[in-house]
């Protein structure tokens, strides 16, 4: 007997228990991604250190006084994680791309928004949400007091999902494409300005007396938005990309 | 229910040249089909018409009847492309079980031993796919198919990068994949060392 | 009815339109020189000379019509791009790409003509104006989907692409303005605005109006030429471009 015939039996039995079938895929697809990125820490370091010198590089840049730091504080950590993701958008795509896997995930019969949303996920648990933890600290460089840091920290965790999610039909779209770094910054980059208005202004007003209320919920529509839209784009763009 | 692929007045155009056009076959269950053509004729691309990676400028594909896209057709399919399509940086067997798994039929580790075991991966399972050869990573993504019936196999240069002992494998697969009723539709440079099938002309 | 339904399935291939778009060309500027002369004479004699800004501000008469002239078209250009990907025809996807050099083009003309009435007006060749930035953010959209489009050598693919990214775009661009404008009243609480603009006489309208469509018809004129050079490369294999006189140069 055949080892199609033999297996076709076996996993007969498998297949009928088809259920929740969805959230499988997505699930698999994030702990796949989550495993590889364990097994490259170096690359996932590498965006994380640069989120940490460009941070540094600002008050170098402009000087330490105090108020003056306070006031750029903000505005300088949420530049650089907007920086440090995109750093790592062209991981998302780009190395299933070159060795065949994302074709199959295209050609899988699990609904391929799904897979999308399972790397997003997986590229923010590993590019943004470091940031997140890392930035109050960073936070401290500029003098920010307790409650902005706060502010800072519930703004990028509401933000760097946005980012991600953003950046994912950058990265489909310009999926080996000459000139693909460069070109995904000059495409996401303008894209990301409402989050990033938002996320650094909370913080701002926050410090102003005038309450983060008003910003956070504006990124948090921003978030919903993204989550809509985003799996649609992406998964067009990966086809377009494909051909 | 059974499995006709059908290609209707396929058209190919690359940039703003045709590649080919008119392209017109059909393959049923048992039987296998050859794509042939000199380099650049677009063998390539009319597979991945036929698998639903890219869409022709005319002309339509359709499995039992209806046009191709769906994901009834897409977990009927198997494509192998030029590329491994296994991580390199997973074992053999973290690839297969999370292939299984987003195909929407987990399996258990004991199965995908199984499975590797049967292709002679015995012993390599554990290994990242990377230290692996040509043919045995390519053994690795046809250990899907032990996992994961499909009844259209769409093979691009299968036997490209393989030695001897690996050609006579996967011909094998290929042979019983079709004896038992499945379809298969694929190019080669080479010889295709399997019982004559059809054959179509780009 | 079904006659011209017929005439528009016709007119949607590149064969059929490219000696449409030539025959259309001369109108178009003939339009545009009209509206032209009517809009400028409007502008530079006949609108008053304001009581706070002078003669400078008559820069408006530029700068607004490139504005609204630089948002207009990358809604039409994201609608045919839609178009082109949503019914695969070529025809839609050549003309959002015509357009979008003249929309950056706009933009751009929209942030110069804004620098030159902000130096006498307010001493700055910049101000962080909400409409300003949104422009300059709108003129990077406009980079983006020419550079990727660019970028992809296979040209239906680059259509496809671009469109997505256009469309993404339209959907940003409302955003982008809305978080801008948040923005500068936060920080510059409006004491410098190009849309306190003087308040609008008659005739400026009427000026604006005017330069407006003559603009609206260059944009129109400078897409045909482009559609045309387009469709030449692009159907440069076929039988009626190798016939074409233009093509034994």
């Known amino acids: 007997m055949s080892i199609a015939t033999q297996g076709e039996g076996a996993i007969g039995a498998v297949r009928r228990s088809g259920e929740g079938f969805s959230m499988t895929a997505l699930t698999s697809v994030l702990r796949r991604d989550l495993l590889l990125a364990m097994r490259r820490k170096a690359e996932v370091l590498t965006a994380l250190f640069f989120f940490l010198i460009v941070s540094s590089l600002f008050p170098l840049g402009i000087g330490p006084e105090p108020a003056l730091l306070r006031k750029i504080g903000p505005g300088v950590l949420w530049v650089g994680a907007l920086l440090a993701t995109m750093l790592g958008l062209q991981r998302m795509f780009y190395s299933d791309h070159l060795d065949g896997t994302l074709e199959q995930m295209v050609l899988s019969s699990a609904p391929l928004p799904l897979l999308v949303m399972g790397k997003i996920i997986a590229h923010w648990l590993v590019s943004g949400l470091p940031v997140v933890i890392l930035a109050p600290i960073l936070g401290l460089q500029f003098d920010l007091d307790p409650g902005a840091l706060w502010i800072l920290a519930l703004g990028l965790l509401i933000g760097t999902p946005v980012l991600s999610l953003i950046g994912a039909v950058g990265a489909a779209l310009t999926l080996g494409v000459r000139g693909g770094g460069a070109l995904l910054s000059l495409l996401v980059l303008p894209l990301y300005i409402p989050t990033l208005i938002f996320g650094a202004g909370a913080v701002q007003a926050h410090l102003s007396g005038q309450g983060a209320g008003g910003h956070l919920s504006l990124l948090g529509a921003l978030l919903a938005l993204a989550l809509f839209f985003v799996p649609w784009a992406t998964t067009a763009a990966l086809r377009i990309s494909l051909e | 229910m059974p499995g006709m692929l059908t290609a209707h007045r396929l058209t190919c155009v690359r940039g703003t040249r045709p590649l080919f056009s008119g392209v017109e076959f059909s393959v049923g269950p048992g039987n296998w089909a050859q794509i042939r053509g000199p380099n650049g004729v677009g063998k390539t691309s009319l597979l991945r018409i036929l698998a639903g990676l890219a869409q022709p400028e005319e002309g339509e594909v359709r499995w039992n009847g209806e046009k191709i896209g769906s994901e009834e057709f897409r977990r009927e399919l198997m494509y192998l492309g030029h590329r491994a399509a296994v991580k390199d940086d997973l074992t053999a067997l973290e690839n297969l079980t999370f292939s299984a798994e987003m195909d929407g039929v987990p399996i258990a580790r004991e199965q995908a031993e199984d499975a590797l075991a049967r292709f002679g991966l015995a012993g390599r399972e554990d290994l990242p796919v990377r230290f692996l050869s040509a043919g045995q990573k390519r053994r690795v993504l046809l250990a899907r198919t032990v996992t994961r019936p499909a009844r259209l196999w769409i093979l691009d240069e299968p036997f ?43 | 009815m079904s006659h011209r339904l017929i005439n528009w399935f016709k007119l949607s291939s590149p064969y059929s339109f490219f000696p449409v778009a030539g025959r259309l060309i001369p109108w178009f500027w003939a339009l545009t020189v009209l509206f032209g ?7 530079f004699f006949i609108a008053p000379t304001d009581a706070t800004q002078g003669d400078s501000y008559r820069i408006i008469f530029l700068h607004v019509p490139a504005s609204w002239m630089s948002m207009f078209i990358y809604i039409v250009m994201a609608f045919w791009a839609g178009m082109g990907m949503a019914f695969n025809t070529r025809l839609s996807s050549m003309w959002a790409l015509s357009l979008a050099p003249t929309g950056a083009l706009m933009a751009f003309l929209s942030l110069w003509t804004g620098a030159l009435w902000g130096k006498p007006t307010w001493g700055a060749w910049w101000v962080w104006d909400a409409r300003l930035t949104s422009e300059l953010i709108l003129l990077f959209l406009y980079l983006g989907f020419m550079a990727l489009h660019a970028a992809i050598d296979e040209p239906r693919r680059a259509d496809r692409a671009a469109a997505v990214l256009a469309l993404v775009g339209v959907v940003n661009v409302p955003i982008i303005y809305f978080s801008v404008k948040w923005w500068n009243t936060l920080h510059q609480g409006s004491t410098i605005s190009m849309t306190k603009a003087p308040s609008m006489a008659q005739t400026m309208l ?4 005017l330069m407006a469509l003559c603009f609206w018809m260059y944009s129109i004129v400078a897409a045909l030429i482009r559609l045309r050079a387009i469709i030449l490369e692009r159907e440069a294999h076929t039988d009626w471009v190798l016939r074409l006189p233009e093509a034994a140069a």
């Open chain 3, 206 to 209: 009427w000026g604006m109006l």
């Open chain 2, 160 to 202: 490209t990068a393989l030695d001897v002992k690996a050609v006579d494998f996967v011909s094998n697969l290929v042979a019983d994949h079709v004896k038992a009723g499945g379809i298969a539709v694929l190019t080669s440079h080479q010889a295709i060392p399997l019982p004559p099938g059809q054959v179509v002309d780009l």
């Open chain 3, 37 to 43: 002369i009517a809009g400028l004479y409007v502008g």
